[in-house]
């Protein structure tokens, strides 16, 4: 098995800043994407930003120039600065990796979640 294991949420004023880690341990062969979605109350889990293995990154619109989604392959964690955060960041983030567990078997994972909590 693998589990994802997330840090680093709370609460933060509008345009002040966090940072997001998840560890990833377990049976793992590989670590292909990773990355963290979100939900807020009432909406549904969107995606915030992935890396790939080799380090492309993809972002949503609404954090484009205001976070970013790093990782550390050696350690199999991802990390998300958050800066210029808004209220609208408000959600509980979800950790998400891709990874090969062995060479014939591959699946997704999930963290239990981390608030942010953006205060206006």
């Known amino acids: 098995q693998v589990q994802l294991v997330e840090s680093g949420g709370g609460l933060v004023q509008a345009g002040g800043s966090l940072r997001l880690s998840c560890a990833a341990s377990g049976s793992i062969f590989r670590i292909n994407t990773m990355g963290w979605y979100r939900q807020a109350p009432g909406k549904q889990r969107e995606l915030v930003a992935v890396v790939t293995s080799g380090g492309s990154t993809n972002y949503a619109d609404s954090v484009k120039g205001r976070f970013t989604i790093s990782r550390d392959n050696a350690k199999n964690t991802v990390y998300l600065q958050m800066s210029s955060l808004k209220p609208e960041d408000t959600a509980v983030y979800y950790c998400?990796?891709?990874?090969?567990?062995?060479?014939?078997?591959?699946?997704?994972?999930w963290g239990q979640g981390t608030q942010v909590t953006v205060s206006s």
């Open positions: 998400y990796a891709h990874v090969k567990v062995s060479t014939a078997y591959e699946s997704d994972y």
